[in-house]
């Protein structure tokens, strides 16, 4: 990732629950983008990080992500306040 930008996309999509080949209701029964009840951790192999932020639609500006480098690589934390519908992750 020398001097890149790496985006990692969420999309909270905890609200479904078809089948493989169900019918989408024309309505909706309950709501489409429900809260997350933990926040997101994941792990990036191999990669180091100064600055980890995450943008949305569901919030103003950029809001600045906990992490930390390590042997394995970059660790992240993605508040579940964060992920309403839809949030990318900037990794610089």
Known sequence: MEGGTILVNFLNGTGTSLA???TIPGQLTRPAWPALTEDIEFLLPGIKAQ???AVSPDFEGHKALPFSVSTDGL???LPKELLKAYTIVYIK
């Open 20 to 22: 493989p080949g169900e």
């Open 51 to 53: 600055t980890v932020y």
């Open 75 to 77: 660790h992240v934390t």
